[in-house]
């Protein structure tokens, strides 16, 4: 699947970190994953959002759920900054008119979808553990359910991004889906996402 807002390296490097803008106790993650005869949770410390506008392709905002502080300060320096022994969710939200362009990010409901040629309010989600040395321990990807933004952040900087989730994840081909719910309040972390830097496990 093609993930519309983050190229797939730089979402591997950024599931996993989580900084102050959002307050924990406005932040929720309910639901388990099972994988690899593991089950794993998220209990939310950090929480922010990302506005994601690329050198090509629609644009939006990513919201991050994260058991792991601090990462924010991290990604200013090196966008490639990468954390160990942590569990992430990541939402991403776009207003597409076609696979190409999209609009501003609005209120209402995102629905998870996985195919090409979508439009309108549209939404992914993905939960990634890492073990110590940053190698993935779990990975679900969302294949139904939405998003809901009821406060958009408006502009180009600043601003809060305000909602619910309620999500079917799937981490293995045929695997039955497992429930996850949640909801956000987070604050932007500003950094440029296409701004390089190395890949380190911190």
């Known amino acids: 699947m093609r993930l519309f807002l983050l190229p797939l390296p730089l979402l591997a490097t950024l599931l996993g970190c989580g900084p102050d803008p959002g307050l924990a106790s406005t932040n929720e993650f309910k639901g388990t994953i099972h994988q690899n005869g593991g089950s794993y949770s998220l209990q939310v410390t950090d929480a922010f959002f990302v506005r994601i506008q690329p050198p090509s392709g629609p644009g939006g905002i990513a919201i991050f759920l ?30 597409l008119v076609n696979d190409s362009t999209s609009r501003p990010i609005v209120t209402g409901d995102y629905p998870v979808s ?63 889906a497992d429930a996850i719910t949640g909801r956000f309040d987070v604050g932007e972390c500003p950094f440029d996402p296409w701004a390089g830097g190395s890949v380190a496990c911190d």
């Open 114 to 176: 996985t195919s090409s040629g979508r439009t309108g309010t549209v939404s992914s989600g993905v939960f990634r553990s890492k073990d110590a040395s940053c190698a993935t321990r779990a990975r679900a990807d969302a294949r139904s359910g939405s998003v809901t933004l009821t406060t958009a952040p408006a502009g180009s900087s600043g601003g809060r991004a305000i909602g619910t989730f309620d999500l079917g994840m799937v981490g293995l081909p045929g695997a039955p």
């Open 66 to 95: 994260s058991d792991r502080p601090g990462a924010c300060a991290a990604l200013q320096a090196n966008p490639l900054a990468d954390l160990r022994s942590s569990s992430s969710l990541l939402l991403s939200l776009a207003n």
